[in-house]
């Protein structure tokens, strides 16, 4: 893969800007507000599929996601989504509806996660009984809102290694600029419960967690980076490490064709699809608790 | 008006399900608390409890008055610490209330929403001033208060919080068929183990309180997980709620006994407020300094004694013991109930929001027991179910 369109937000700018060390023969399309220095640009994705480009990478949920999809399938380049598609009947008739459409999973790339995934797997750990998980994502409206609460289920469901029995939503949205708030209480099968908060800020890669079992407690700290730096005014600032996104980016397009994570299975399918946007919109728009079961 | 002399104390009883223990040293170190007697209604109380409070008054070199009401006649009494079970704490503020007595209540005012109503009230129409310190003045609130002043945030739209104690030994539950109990008996005293939405998830709600408007819908999850002797009652041993304010912010909370050994610093105690313009993550058990003794380790492997298997007396072996000397509280509520007694401020916490905490709880175990959101205020006259 040579020839990529990214379609990102403008705070995914700086580490986008760096993806050419992972393959000096990239060349990248961007499509955002923001003009990057040292990209190629496009104002318009019809303008960025030119000849030769195989690929396109969706860091981001933006309104026009469904349609773009839609407009890459019908032209052959296969799509990287770092969340799931809105389902508005826009994508190409030709196609299945998931042809050539490759879902992935950031947090699989996340180290502080695989390292809580490998521990909870020791006997000693015992019975999962409660997880919980903040992470941004709610700054840029609905579809991030979406993405995140998605990101955050379908972790939650494999870190709880059961699958969901009902989960409720609770939206609220304040601010100039329809600010996102979401919590999800899930309960999962073999009696534990997921806490998933989505905050209106926006980054929804880091997730704080924290998992109990019978057995201890595992936690991760978005904000323990190892590297501080502490500057002349005497503030301290963590110094970041590359994100699970950015992980996700680089595995994906290290990969010739591969889709890096594993295929979710039948209930998680069924639990990430529209009934769950759908969910965020009535639970934000009635102020009310939504049950998905 | 502040005057340098002591304020006499009154200690109620010593119950094994209350912290009446701990209240003891801050009273002797405060230099305007002096106890002055131990007191309970002694052919009322069982064998246990009669030894107990005897022990305490003779260490305590005070005398131990074997009647409530006798010893409410007492000059020298100006607050009395309740620190009696649960089902008999509001008879005994309501008549301290009526004696013209100052109060410290040691968590619920009373087993039903119904007695805490009857503390509201007499505290009111007494004049006197009562404080509820377990709710209010922990590190979580302590730090958030100034945080939440600050503006920094933006417009406040959620709260979550995790407080779990790091105490009792879990062990494999057999059967997981047990019924959810509930909570609308107003039955909370068991000789093997406390409820724990209640015991722990008090903490959390008052912070809840401080953050969030008055609460309105409730939902939740919970039960048995750690222990058989929550699971063959079908007690909860843990739980989560979820909370949605009259403005419609959010706040979520897990909390319980989580067993020895399973945090390094005696259960986790985290929050994260979350503002239009900002979050904040307040770990209560941080700063700490990270020590790492051999002995400490094995204690945290270390069965807990055979007297206290749920550490209701002890606290939970650390590794990262907090800087935070007064992680509860306690000394901060004294030294405001002692500055309100002399007229300064009015109480952050009163037992106004001590009787809706316990309001938001029962409501979450009812959401819990049956699965279904509940809806704020719960009414007065019906029972929950």
């Known amino acids: ?202 980054d929804a890669d880091r997730a704080d967690r924290l998992l109990v079992g019978t057995g201890g407690s595992i936690s991760t700290d978005s904000t323990d980076t190892g590297l501080h730096l502490i500057d002349g005014d005497g503030g301290i600032q963590p110094l970041e490490a590359r994100t699970p996104l950015q992980e996700w980016v680089r595995a994906t397009i290290n990969s010739s064709s591969a889709l890096p994570d594993p295929q979710v299975s039948g209930w998680q399918q069924l639990t990430t699809s529209d009934s769950l946007l759908n969910a965020i919109r009535r639970a934000a728009r009635h102020r009310q608790t939504i049950t998905l079961t | 008006m502040p005057t340098d002399e002591a304020y006499g104390v009154l200690l109620v009883s010593f119950s094994r399900h209350s912290h009446q223990r701990n209240f003891v040293s801050l009273y002797r170190q405060h230099p305007r608390t002096r106890i002055v007697a131990v007191a309970d209604d002694d052919d009322t109380i069982d064998e246990d409890l009669r030894r107990l409070n005897r022990i305490w008054a003779q260490q305590l070199g005070v005398p131990y008055v074997t009647s409530v009401g006798e010893a409410l006649r007492r000059a020298d009494v100006a607050i009395v610490s309740i620190g009696h079970d649960i089902e008999r704490r509001s008879k005994l503020a309501q008549l301290a209330a009526a004696a013209g007595k100052h109060l410290w209540i040691d968590k619920f005012l009373g087993a039903t929403l119904s007695e805490c109503d009857l503390v509201v009230d007499a505290v009111a129409a007494c004049g006197v001033t009562a404080m509820v310190p377990s709710y209010g003045y922990g590190s979580l609130l302590r730090q958030a208060r100034p945080i939440l002043a600050s503006g920094r945030l933006g417009q406040l739209l959620g709260c979550h919080v995790d407080l779990h104690f790091a ?112 979050t904040a993550i307040i770990d209560a058990k941080r700063p700490a300094a990270q020590a790492y003794l051999h002995s400490d380790l094995l204690d945290l492997t270390r069965p807990p004694a055979a007297n206290d298997p749920m550490g209701w007396a002890t606290g939970p072996p650390t590794l990262h013991p907090p800087a935070d000397d007064d992680p509860a509280g306690l000394a901060t509520a004294l030294e405001e109930f002692v500055t309100a007694l002399d007229g300064g401020p009015e109480l952050q916490y009163t037992v106004s929001h001590a009787r809706d905490n316990m309001e938001i709880l029962l409501a979450g175990y009812q959401a819990i027991a049956t699965q279904q959101e509940l809806h704020l205020p719960l009414s007065r006259q019906a029972p929950l179910s």
């Open chain 2, 167 to 278: 105490k009792g030994l879990p062990r494999h539950i057999d059967d997981h068929s047990i019924q959810f109990l509930g909570g609308d008996t107003g039955e909370w005293k068991y000789p093997e183990l406390k409820r724990e939405l209640l015991t722990t998830g008090s903490y959390s709600v008052g912070l809840l309180q401080t953050c969030l408007g008055r609460t309105r819908r409730i939902h939740g999850t919970g039960g048995g997980f750690f222990f058989p002797e929550h699971a063959q009652r079908g007690a909860d041993d843990f739980a989560c709620l979820t909370l949605v304010d009259e403005d419609g912010h959010l706040g979520t909370l897990s909390a319980g006994r989580v067993g020895l050994g399973s945090h390094p610093a005696g259960g986790p105690c985290r929050a994260w407020l979350v503002g239009s313009d900002a």
């Open chain 1, 1 to 202: 893969m040579n020839r990529l369109i990214i379609v990102a937000a403008a705070h995914q700018l700086n580490w986008i800007q760096d993806l050419h060390d992972v393959d000096p023969k990239l060349v990248v399309l961007w499509k955002s507000k923001k003009t990057p220095a040292n990209l190629s640009c496009a104002k318009r994705l019809e303008d960025a599929v030119a000849d030769g480009v195989q690929n396109a990478l969706f860091l981001t949920p933006q309104a026009s996601l469904a349609a773009d999809v839609a407009f890459c399938q019908e032209r052959g380049v296969r799509v990287h989504s770092a969340g799931p598609i809105p389902d508005t009947g826009r994508r190409s008739p030709a196609s299945t509806p998931n042809e050539g459409i490759l879902c992935g999973m950031p947090w699989r790339h996340d180290g502080l996660w695989k390292r809580l995934e490998k521990t909870r797997q020791r006997p000693a750990f015992g019975a999962p009984v409660f997880y919980r998980r903040v992470s941004g994502g709610g700054a840029s409206g609905l579809l991030s809102t979406w993405w995140a609460l998605w990101q955050g289920l379908m972790e939650s469901a494999q870190t709880l290694s059961s699958p969901v029995s009902h989960a409720k939503l609770n939206v609220t949205r304040r601010g100039p600029r329809r600010l996102w708030h979401a919590s999800m209480h899930v309960h999962v099968e073999c009696g534990a419960t997921a806490q998933i908060v989505v905050t209106p800020q926006p």
